[in-house]
């Protein structure tokens, strides 16, 4: 018998090319699909990519990783639904929307006009969607590109405003007045998932004030007593009105050249050297109630300055590092407005919403706070309150989409109370089985043990708006609005073709049932991560349509994406 050897071909990439020929030929992944249409379900979540992005070589091992497993279950049988998913809103896409159009920053975004940015967002989000389609192509990831779940499709931000009024009616949504994390140039406060992906080791001053003991008259101590103080933000001493201890360190008197300083015992060496003469000690708890010079008078007082430049003792003072006298201005630290809270201290913001000194401050009117520092260390000096400038490196939180750094400023936000979940969340992460272990145990499990409130809205503009609405006459009176046919109860038939974003959402109103005020939406939009998060109910229009593929395909049997997303889809689905 005469056999001859099969043609070689030239190349592996010849092999793959022709297999995929092949299978779209066949239209093998739908047959695949029918094949096991009434297998049982194994059920796989797709993590959305936001398609203005060109793929990247790293999201090849994901997907192959994703496409490995639920080939493997489909092998065996089982229905695989596997529903590919666009990420549309948020930061990502409005920020190359100002790129776009050559703008920066919400006031110039405000005088474009929102309809517009809006316009511009939604026209550029399905920029790269080509290249992702042909990637997942290419790699032979099968995905069910036709008939995706899009997170800005008004079906899509209907089933959110249906979870949001859900938590609402639970009692689970409030709006605070808290310490966030901020971004000043998007003109928005960030979440602790979001600040938790933008870490950076950076170079920040090292300052060490002096803050002169008065007495109640505001007359200098007798004995020149001065605590020193340690800040790595110059710009908030200008809103310094208070020092905290704690109430159990020892604190002691130096003797220098210049002056009489209070600073914690244990830090005496690395401030003072070996030789320092020590004099009378204390316990934290004695100095409460002293009071000192306010450091910089560039804002005025306010009216009412309650206890403002006093001593007050907290357990989060430590004396690792400094002096053991935290300068605190309730206006920016998380830990500083609660503490101002507790002891009546007064705030002072002279910062606005951009990032930059007010224009009627002293001084730095209208200088962004980072550029600041000097000029500010500068007046200290003059003053003769300067004590130490250097330079220290620590990791600091930046934007994960801006990369600017991200300013404590106390805001009107609405939260999430999920930190009342805490026990249910963790209890629910040891049923999950990671790959690897450890990555659940420790990055995930601490990142839940550590939960707090999720800080929900946002102050922009292409995102899912938050669906409440607030009197104009007393902004206690509010009302969750969880579907369009809810809202169109309210404000008669709504169009055909009804957008649900900004600013035609805005246009809204009614009265208000509680007063003769008028309900108007809150401006915010929600976290871009709730929208992703929402996936697994929102992919279906539910509880507006399929709740039998909704019952089918909840929970996940297996989800697979970057470490990244531990802390940012992981978390919010
Ligand atoms: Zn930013
Ligand atoms: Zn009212």
């Keep these: 018998m005469n056999m001859s050897y099969p043609e070689l071909p030239d190349t592996l990439i010849q092999i793959e090319k022709e297999t995929l020929k092949r299978w779209k030929e066949e239209d093998l992944f739908r047959q695949s699909l029918a094949a096991n249409a009434g297998g049982e379900p194994f059920v796989f979540y797709e993590g959305p990519p936001t398609a203005n992005g060109r793929p990247g070589l790293h999201h090849v091992i994901g997907r192959t990783i994703k496409d490995l497993v639920c080939r493997f279950h489909s092998m065996e049988g089982r229905t695989v639904t596997r529903i590919a998913g666009w990420d549309t809103h948020g930061l990502p896409v409005e920020i190359e929307a100002e790129k776009k159009l050559g703008i920066s920053g919400k006031p110039e975004i405000e005088e474009l ?90 170079e920040d001053p090292s300052l060490t004030f002096i803050a002169r003991v008065v007495n109640d008259q505001g007359d200098p101590d007798p004995a020149g007593r001065a605590f020193l103080v340690w800040t790595t933000t110059p710009w908030t001493v200008p809103s310094n009105t208070g020092l905290a201890v704690h109430p159990d360190l020892t604190y002691v008197e130096v003797l220098s050249d210049n002056g009489c300083y209070i600073v914690a015992e244990s830090r005496v060496e690395a401030l003072f050297g070996e030789t320092a003469t020590v004099r009378t000690k204390w316990k934290g708890v004695e100095l409460a109630g002293l009071r000192y010079e306010r450091p910089l008078n560039l804002v005025p007082d306010p009216v009412d300055s309650g206890n403002g430049w006093t001593v007050v003792v907290e357990d989060f003072v430590s004396a690792e590092e400094g002096t ?72 600091y939180p930046h934007c994960w989409r801006c990369a600017s750094p991200l300013l404590y400023v106390a805001r009107d936000s609405w939260f999430a109370a999920t930190s009342r979940f805490r026990e249910t969340l963790l209890a629910n992460n040891d049923q999950v089985k990671w790959y690897p272990a450890e990555v659940g145990e420790n990055r995930f499990g601490e990142w839940l043990r550590g939960n707090v409130d999720w800080a929900l809205s946002r102050d922009r503009y292409w995102g899912t708006p938050l669906p409440v609405w607030v009197c104009d006459e007393d902004r206690d009176h509010l009302q969750w609005i969880g579907s369009f046919s809810e809202l169109s109860e309210l404000v008669g038939k709504l169009p055909e073709d009804f957008d649900p ?45 399929n709740s039998d593929e909704f019952d089918t395909h909840f929970p996940a049997d297996f989800i697979s994406e970057g470490l990244d997303q531990t802390r940012g889809w992981f978390y919010s689905l």
């Excluded at 036709?146 to 938590?167: A, G, L």
């Excluded at 500010?376 to 300067?386: A, C, G, Q």
């Excluded at 600013?503 to 208000?512: H, K, V």
């Design 113 to 202: 006009g929102i309809a517009d940015f809006n316009q511009t967002c939604k026209d550029s989000v399905f920029t790269y969607k080509e290249e992702w389609e042909e990637l997942s192509e290419r790699i032979g990831y099968w995905l069910e590109y036709w008939r995706p779940y899009v997170t800005f499709h008004p079906d899509y931000i209907e089933s959110v405003w249906w979870i949001v009024k859900e938590f609402a009616e639970k009692g689970l949504l409030y709006r605070g007045h808290k310490s966030v994390p901020y971004c000043p140039r998007c003109g928005t406060a960030l979440s602790s998932h979001e600040v938790a992906q933008g870490y950076k080791e950076v």
């Design 501 to 545: 974003h900004r600013p035609f959402i805005d246009d809204y109103s009614w009265p208000c049932a509680e007063c003769a005020g008028t309900m108007r939406r809150a401006p915010e939009v929600i976290d871009v991560w709730f929208d992703s998060g929402a996936m697994p109910f929102a992919q279906w229009h539910y509880p507006f349509d």
């Design 324 to 395: 053991g006298v935290v300068h605190m201005a309730p206006a920016f630290g998380a830990d500083d407005y609660a503490a101002g809270q507790k002891h009546g201290l007064p705030m002072i913001n002279p910062i606005d919403d951009a990032g930059c000194f007010i224009d009627s401050t002293a001084l730095v009117g209208g200088q962004f706070v980072k550029d600041a520092d000097s000029a500010l260390v500068d007046e200290l000096r003059s003053k003769e309150k300067l004590f130490d400038i250097g330079r220290v490196t620590h990791s």
